[in-house]
C-alpha cells in the first residue's frame, strides 16, 4: 500500500497488478501510462448510501469506518457520518488553504494563519482574527453533527484539526483502508 504524486509516479514490476481509485481523470491518465497492469476498483466500492454523488475517495474512506465521522481535511473538507455501516449523508467545506485563498484578494488580510490560535479566548489582533474565524468554524460545524462520537481524520489537515476533539483518531490511511477492505471482499473477481 503506498500514495504517489501524480507528478512522479514510477514504473512498477510489470509482473504486479496495481489497484487503484482515482477523483481525477488526468491523474488517472498518467498512472495508465505507468503501468501496464492497473485495475480501478470504483466498481466494487459498494456502500449503503442514499447521497447522491458521493465521490469515490469518500466512499473509501467511509468503508474503512463502521460508526462515527470521518473528515477527509484537504483542498475541500468533506464531513461523512456513518452508523452500523450505513452512510447517513455528509456535507463539503473549504479545505484551510481555500479560505485563506478567500481573504488574499484583500490586501489588509493577506496573512498566515496562526495554527497556535486559541479558540477558546477572543482574538486581539488581525492575523489571529482570520485564523480564529476560519478554525473555528470549520471545528464547530464538525462539532455539531459529531456530538459524542468518535471523529476520524485523515487528509494534509486532519493531524492539525484533530487536536480540537478529545474523541479523534487521524489516520492518513482510511482511504486506503477502505480500498484494502474492498479488495479482499472481491479479490478472486478482480483477478
Known amino acids: 500500500m503506498w500514495k504517489e504524486k501524480p507528478s512522479s509516479i514510477a514504473k512498477k514490476n510489470p509482473e504486479m497488478p496495481i489497484y487503484y481509485i ?3 481523470k488526468k ?7 505507468s503501468h501496464s497492469r492497473c485495475v480501478n476498483i470504483e466498481k466494487f466500492l459498494k456502500l449503503d448510501t442514499a447521497y447522491k454523488g458521493l465521490g469515490v475517495d469518500r466512499k473509501a474512506a467511509c468503508l474503512a469506518i463502521q460508526d462515527g465521522i470521518i473528515v477527509d481535511a484537504g483542498s475541500a473538507i468533506t464531513i461523512d457520518i456513518m452508523q452500523s455501516g ?10 484551510l488553504s481555500n479560505y485563506k485563498r478567500l481573504f488574499s484578494s484583500i490586501d489588509a ?3 498566515d494563519f496562526n495554527f497556535d490560535i486559541s479558540l477558546v479566548s477572543l482574538p486581539q489582533n488581525t492575523r489571529d482574527a482570520i485564523s480564529f474565524g476560519c478554525i473555528r ?8 453533527v459529531a456530538k459524542d462520537d468518535c471523529v476520524y481524520f485523515t487528509g494534509g489537515d486532519g493531524k492539525f ?3 480540537f ?9 482510511l482511504v486506503f483502508k477502505g480500498m ?3 479488495l479482499q471482499n472481491n479479490l478472486k473477481g478482480l483477478l
Request: proline share 2%; hydrophobic share 40%.
Open 109 to 111: 488580510l493577506r496573512m
Open 161 to 163: 484539526l484533530s487536536r
Open 165 to 173: 476533539f478529545d474523541r479523534s483518531i487521524y489516520d492518513n490511511t
Open 86 to 95: 450505513i452512510h447517513l449523508g455528509g456535507y463539503i467545506l473549504p479545505g
Open 27 to 33: 491523474n488517472e491518465k498518467k498512472l495508465l501510462e
Open 137 to 144: 468554524s470549520i471545528v464547530l460545524t464538525i462539532q455539531n
Open 22 to 24: 482515482s477523483v481525477s
Open 180 to 182: 484494502l477492505k474492498v
